[in-house]
């Protein structure tokens, strides 16, 4: 019975190895089955490192020819390490893509280095390895022709790509100082004004003032005003400067001189006028000159006749308006003038009147020439002085004069 149990276990062990290999076979027909993608792919090892697994060696020289078209060295190949492939069985394959394999190359070679590529409108200008450094050097620049209020830029496109290469591609600190320092910086600023706006000076001639006065009667007051200027530098240098707006903000005011333009054979005719401002009426160097009937005379003459050579001038006594200047049958041709405060004085006789009625006359100024025209009996002139309609005698008037 013993042997017979022993014997039926054996049998059962017998059993249970047969249905394990029949089961291993079953498992081993599934994977031929379902996983029929078993192959060979290789591990490969790069710079002393596991970097990709790929299918066959040419999908990483593909990788490296992707690598080599990113650098911008010369030689790129000639940066890369050397590869070993270790074959292994795996299913389904190797998982690394040559675009895989490329980027492990770039970042697991030791000569291969990254940094920048500097194109100034698109051109190549030189490689640089920090972007820091070189940032600040660009913002350097800028800042050194920053002017308040102001927008500063490079004239040309700066741009910065990324690239790989050799060490000994990038540029010194010098050179990149030397590219940055040529680099062209544009400011543009609106700044505003204040220009002063001189004023004119305007010249009133007046016959009512003698010659060679001269006298300002308004005085002349600058104006302002402000002007925006739109104003480019390049490296600090105007190069353009416009006008963009003006406002005035305060106008100038005109000067106005009074120029005197009034003839008088007295020069000096004030200095010489009378304590009543009266001055002689006919030039007082004229020889044939004398007084031949003073007021009150004979039938009681209203004025003074003071003899003269036909044409003699005939001078205002006083600056004033000229109220008539005309002819009638007693004064012949006569003109008088108002001279305000009720006074008016009467030239009469002339020859000629040279002034015409509401003309301003100063001083001295030549208003008609002696004649005998009227009741006259020879060349003389008779003058008068009127005060508040009556005449009175002139002689006061025309003392010292
Ligand atoms: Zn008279």
Sequence with gaps: MIISLAEKLYAFKKLH???FLSLLALALMFVMLFASDISVS???????????????PSVYFEGAKLAAQKISSKDPESL??????????????????????????LNNSPKIIKGYSVTLDGE??????????????????????????????????????TVYCADADFASLD???????????????????????????????????????NQVSTKGVKGEKQETHNIKYLNGQVIEDTTTHTA?????????????????????????????????????NVRAQFI??????????????ICSPYGTSIYAAKGGTVEYANWNNDYGYNVIINHGNGIKTRYAHASKLLVKKGETVTQGQTIALVGSTGQSTGNH???????????VNPMPYLANS
Aim: glycine content about 8%; cysteine-free; aromatic content about 10%.
């Design 42 to 56: 290789y591990n490969v090892r790069y710079n002393g490192k596991r970097v990709a697994q790929v299918e066959s």
């Design 292 to 305: 031949t009937a003073y007021w009150g005379d004979g039938r009681g003459h209203k004025g003074i006749d």
């Design 248 to 284: 005035v903000v305060k106008e100038a005011v005109n000067e106005v001189v009074v120029v005197g333009v009034g003839k008088s054979y007295y020069t000096a005719a004030e200095k010489m006028a009378s304590s009543h401002g009266f001055i002689w009426p006919l030039n007082k």
């Design 175 to 213: 050179m990149q100082n030397e590219f940055v320092n040529s680099l062209n910086v544009e400011t543009v600023v609106n700044t505003v004004k204040t220009i002063e706006i001189p004023y004119k000076t305007v010249t009133k001639k007046t016959t009512a003032k003698l010659a060679g006065y």
């Design 17 to 19: 190895k047969l249905i």
């Design 124 to 161: 190549q200008k030189l490689f640089v390895s920090s972007e820091e450094d070189f940032g600040s050097a660009l913002k350097a620049r800028l800042n050194s022709f920053a002017i308040e209020n102001g927008i500063t830029s490079f004239t040309n496109a700066v741009a910065l790509n």
């Design 381 to 391: 002139l008779h003058f008068e002085v009127i005060l508040n309609g009556t005449r």
């Design 80 to 105: 890369m390490e050397k590869p070993f492939f270790f074959p292994t069985l795996t299913v389904n394959g190797g998982k690394s893509s040559s675009a895989d394999v490329a980027n492990e190359i």
